[in-house]
């Protein structure tokens, strides 16, 4: 078992940053393909990014690209998603997952999740 425990969300005018953190308990966290999924109500949990064991291999979606970066500090068993120029749009929950198998963009290939940290965006 693995816990996740997201923080660092809150509410931020268009164009501002926030970064968030996911602490990881239990299991060893390093072996793990880690990320950042979102879901705004109504919508589709969507993965945003994704880092690999030793935070050599970043992978983003377009609709954040250049403006957020994910992290991870494996001594801390913590990884961290940087969000600069925020926009309304990126309003929504903010989750973070350990990969299990599959596809890395699919929520489906993903066993341990956090409980959520609201980000709200106004405009």
């Known amino acids: 078992q693995v816990q996740l425990v997201e923080s660092g969300g809150g509410l931020v005018q268009a164009g501002g940053s926030l970064r968030l953190s996911c602490a990881a308990s239990?299991?060893?966290?390093?072996?793990?393909?880690m990320a950042w999924f979102r879901q705004a109500p109504g919508k589709e949990r969507e993965m945003l990014a994704n880092?690999?064991?030793?935070?050599?291999?970043?992978y983003y979606v377009d609709s954040v690209k250049g403006r957020f970066t994910i992290s991870r500090d494996n001594a801390k068993n913590t990884v961290y998603l940087q969000m600069n120029s925020l926009k309304p749009e990126d309003t929504a929950v903010y989750y973070c997952?350990?990969?299990?198998?599959?596809?890395?963009?699919?929520?489906?290939?993903?066993?341990?999740w956090g409980q959520g940290t609201q980000v709200t965006v106004s405009s």
């Open positions: 997952a350990t990969h299990r198998s599959g596809s890395l963009n699919k929520a489906s290939s993903y066993d341990y």
């Open positions: 239990g299991r060893p966290f390093s072996p793990y393909f």
């Open positions: 880092i690999n064991w030793s935070g050599s291999n970043t």
